[in-house]
């Protein structure tokens, strides 16, 4: 089971960081994806980090500004989001891949999904 949590509203500029926790059987070796989805567009990957060494992996229009880590300890991973733009508002979901050794795009491959989280950037 997975639970997202940490959206909110900020202004543009600002800053978020979205947590997903793990519960449950994870198995040894996964990927947390997060995915977002604005009214009227297709859910799209934002990025992903995989058990173990920690792979990740980030969306084009998210690199350089979002960071993901992991707590091990916790089974958590957090998407630190910086210098928000108003295009970053959306539902964020995360969700797992039964596997560490690529990170997919495709929100398909994904097994396991949490709720999502709404954020919302004001210009």
């Known amino acids: 089971q997975l639970q997202a949590s940490g959206g909110g509203l900020v202004q543009a500029g600002g800053s978020l960081r979205l947590s997903c926790a793990a519960s449950?059987?994870?198995?040894?070796?996964?990927?947390i994806g997060w995915f977002r989805q604005a009214p009227g567009r297709e859910r799209e990957f934002v990025g992903g980090?995989?058990?173990?060494?920690?792979?990740?992996r980030y969306a084009d229009s998210v690199k350089g500004r979002f960071t993901m880590s992991r707590d091990d300890v916790k089974n958590t991973v957090f998407l630190q989001m910086d210098s928000l733009k108003p295009e970053d508002a959306a539902m964020y979901f995360c969700?797992?891949?039964?596997?560490?050794?690529?990170?997919?795009?495709?929100?398909?491959?994904?097994?396991?999904w949490g709720q999502g989280t709404l954020v919302t950037v004001s210009s």
């Open positions: 969700a797992l891949y039964t596997s560490a050794r690529v990170i997919p795009t495709t929100s398909s491959r994904y097994t396991y």
């Open positions: 449950g059987h994870t198995g040894r070796s996964y990927t």
């Open positions: 980090i995989s058990s173990g060494a920690g792979m990740a």
